[in-house]
């Protein structure tokens, strides 16, 4: 079975303009799973997330953002996935689907990085509980804040404390760092731009590869 996946750090969906862009988006990439970093939304309705997807075939879980920061939105077209079960965390949000096409069951967790030692650790912690809940094939997307290895930041000269801790959760919960095509890098910012990073990623399990072995994860222009 062959699934599309979108991770975006849409930086907010409350602007009617942005949510055109996005739907547009979805609609050419045939996109069978979204997940939204940044929605910057406390309180997501359900009139939101319709105009971003597939109307009545649209499927949604959401963790809301503190105050006007943050926020995960999941979304799935029902005509692909049938959604078992979920699980929220601070900084994740869980899902557990079953494919319509073949019935494999798997599991997705969205998430968005907090940028603080303590708050990564809570992270780092809730996709480990994650692991112990459900044992099924796994895949992790979203805007993790952290950086793997120094090749992955523009400016980065020395390994640090938070690129080792990463690397090592990586390790502990036996999850394979897909290579990323299109492109180095994820993010841009800093004055006028110049700095850039790869914040963004797709981890998953040996088994979700046995699953999906034609995987390939692509980095996508940015239209917003």
Same mark, same amino acid.
């Given at each position: 079975? *062959?699934?599309?996946?979108?991770?975006?750090?849409?930086?907010?969906?409350?602007?009617?303009?942005?949510?055109?862009?996005?739907?547009?988006?979805?609609?050419?990439?045939?996109?069978?799973?979204?997940?939204?970093?940044?929605?910057?939304?406390?309180?997501?309705?359900?009139?939101?997330?319709?105009?971003? /997807?597939?109307?009545?075939?649209?499927?949604?879980?959401?963790? %809301?953002?503190?105050?006007?920061?943050?926020?995960?939105?999941?979304?799935?077209?029902?005509?692909?996935? %049938?959604?078992?079960?979920?699980?929220?965390?601070?900084?994740?949000?869980?899902?557990?689907?079953? *494919?319509? %096409?073949?019935?494999?069951?798997?599991?997705? +967790?969205?998430?968005?990085?907090?940028? +603080?030692?303590?708050?990564?650790?809570?992270?780092?912690?809730?996709? /480990?509980?994650?692991?112990?809940?459900? %044992?099924?094939?796994?895949?992790?997307?979203? *805007?993790?804040?952290?950086?793997?290895?120094?090749?992955?930041?523009?400016?980065?000269?020395?390994?640090?404390?938070?690129?080792?801790?990463?690397?090592?959760?990586?390790?502990?919960?036996?999850?394979?760092?897909?290579?990323?095509?299109? /492109?180095?890098?994820?993010?841009?910012? /800093?004055? *006028?731009?110049?700095?850039?990073?790869?914040?963004?990623?797709?981890?998953? +399990?040996?088994?979700?590869?046995?699953?999906?072995?034609?995987?390939?994860?692509?980095?996508?222009?940015?239209? +917003?």
């Amino acid at each position: 079975m *062959n699934l599309k996946l979108l991770s975006w750090n849409v930086r907010g969906v409350n602007d009617s303009s942005n949510r055109k862009v996005i739907k547009s988006v979805i609609r050419k990439q045939k996109v069978d799973l979204l997940c939204i970093q940044e929605t910057k939304i406390q309180v997501l309705f359900e009139k939101v997330v319709k105009s971003l /997807g597939s109307g009545r075939f649209l499927g949604w879980k959401a963790l %809301e953002a503190i105050g006007s920061a943050g926020g995960i939105l999941v979304c799935w077209d029902k005509r692909s996935l %049938e959604i078992l079960d979920w699980e929220e965390g601070q900084f994740s949000i869980s899902c557990r689907f079953r *494919n319509v %096409e073949n019935g494999v069951v798997w599991v997705f +967790t969205g998430v968005y990085g907090p940028f +603080t030692r303590q708050e990564r650790e809570c992270l780092w912690e809730e996709i /480990g509980a994650i692991r112990g809940i459900w %044992e099924e094939p796994w895949c992790l997307g979203g *805007n993790f804040n952290v950086i793997l290895s120094q090749s992955e930041r523009s400016r980065q000269r020395r390994i640090t404390s938070a690129m080792r801790r990463f690397a090592q959760v990586i390790d502990e919960l036996g999850l394979v760092d897909l290579q990323l095509q299109g /492109g180095f890098f994820t993010w841009s910012g /800093g004055l *006028n731009n110049q700095a850039w990073a790869r914040l963004d990623r797709f981890l998953v +399990t040996p088994c979700w590869l046995d699953q999906f072995s034609r995987v390939v994860q692509r980095r996508l222009p940015r239209p +917003t």
